[in-house]
């Protein structure tokens, strides 16, 4: 049984840090490469003095992390400072009623669901800590101290060098990028199925590429290397006809859901467009308490949950807690690039075997970034109080 929250949350104080890195070497996709490292992190603070950290999504575009600290620091931090919460899932859903009119008119979706995702998971730290206790247990009561991970979007400029160090490494499953054209993507995945020797689950990502036609005649293409699943063929916002025709026609089970924005969508695209994969991010939308939701509802629906996450290690620690409570039936997205976000900014143990990681002790997320780094790595900040 989850633990009941027995105080209520008043925020005194907010944080934010943008950090920013360029490592040699970026994630590379058919949208494009991500040279710039960056992220975002609040920290927020109760009037009792119990602090939660959360993060919030700018990958893209190089300056994102600028743009939603400004909107945090202009918009959102005034109004949350001082108002009341019996629950810390009430303030996300405070915050999407209160703002809803600010969001048409700015027409800013996106960035207001990346910040309020970073609160919620903030809050959710706070709630935990509250109790004394890790955050799965927080949420489910207990929860596996392991969760399986995957290697995603690994450097290919020498593939056999890059397989035989994920599985060195101790991974058991890889997620590569395609929609470079089906000669490049059967060269990609044919290299890596050789290097790999039966030794990795393969999945792949489309990056939204492909229409319905486009994407059967890839992925029946690709069909000689079997397929853990296929993530994002469509576009986000193609119809749910088109999810579930695709879904009718292949037999790799299609995944989505980094560019979900609401849990009637998730519930949709799993019932009607046969999403076998859901991949909420606790970056993007929902932070703690809408992914742990969607984790729940995907485990009664016959779907799976697989935690989408490419940020700092914040975001990531908070991601194995939140598929933890669910069960830990999934996997969590452990992105195979340098990245000193992911890595310098504070404590946190990836080390794997057999392709799972433990997930952090302590109360909270278990995760807290070190002040020096975070200094170090800034490109911006501000702090507001009452």
């Known amino acids: 049984m989850a633990y009941a929250e027995t105080d209520p949350i008043v925020i005194d ?10 490592p040699p ?7 494009g490469t991500m040279p710039v490292r960056n992220g975002l992190l609040i920290e927020l603070t109760t009037q009792d003095g119990v602090t939660g950290w959360g993060e919030i999504w700018c990958n893209f575009p190089p300056r994102g992390n600028i743009a939603r600290q400004n909107l945090m620091q202009d918009v959102i931090a005034p109004w949350l400072i001082g ?10 859903l405070a915050l999407e009623n209160d703002l809803a009119r600010m969001m048409i008119h700015t027409g800013e979706f996106g960035p207001f669901a990346h910040c309020l995702a970073g609160i919620d998971t903030a809050m959710a730290d706070i709630a935990a800590r509250q109790q004394g206790v890790p955050l799965c247990q ?8 392991t969760v399986p991970v995957y290697a995603s979007t690994p450097n290919l400029s020498q593939m056999e060098d890059s397989v035989g160090e994920i599985i060195d490494m101790g991974h058991t499953g890889v997620k590569l990028k395609i929609g470079h054209g089906l000669g490049r993507d059967h060269e990609i995945l044919s290299g890596v199925a050789a290097a790999a020797k039966g030794r990795l689950k393969i999945m792949v990502d489309a990056n939204q590429n492909w229409t319905v036609s486009e994407a059967i005649e890839a992925v029946s293409a690709l069909s000689d290397v079997n397929l853990g699943f296929v993530e994002e063929p469509l576009r986000a916002d193609a119809p749910l006809n088109d999810w579930a025709e695709l879904a009718q026609a292949v037999d790799v089970p299609l995944a989505g859901g980094e560019n979900i924005t609401s849990f ?3 519930q949709d695209f799993i019932s009607q467009g046969k999403l076998r994969v859901v991949q909420p991010d606790v970056a993007k939308w929902g932070g703690v ?19 989408h996450y490419m940020g700092t290690g914040l975001g990531l620690a908070a991601s194995f807690h939140v598929l933890a ?13 340098p990245n000193p976000l992911r890595t310098d900014l504070g404590e946190i143990d990836l080390t794997l075997s057999d392709g799972r990681v433990d997930v952090p002790r302590g109360p909270g997320i278990g995760f807290s970034p070190d002040l020096a780094a975070l200094r170090a790595m800034a490109v911006g900040s501000f702090d507001l109080s009452n």
Do not use: W
């Open 83 to 92: 108002t009341r919460f019996a629950s810390y899932s009430e303030c996300r």
């Open 13 to 22: 104080r907010v944080q934010c840090f943008a950090v920013s890195a360029r």
């Open 325 to 337: 409570a669910i069960g830990g039936q999934g996997l969590v997205e452990l992105d195979a690039n």
């Open 25 to 31: 070497v970026g994630p590379e996709s058919s949208l």
């Open 138 to 145: 927080f949420l489910s009561g207990k929860a596996p101290r």
């Open 289 to 307: 308490s809408g992914t742990y939701a969607v984790g729940q509802h995907a485990a009664t629906a016959g779907a799976t949950c697989t935690m």
């Open 264 to 266: 009637q969508q998730f």
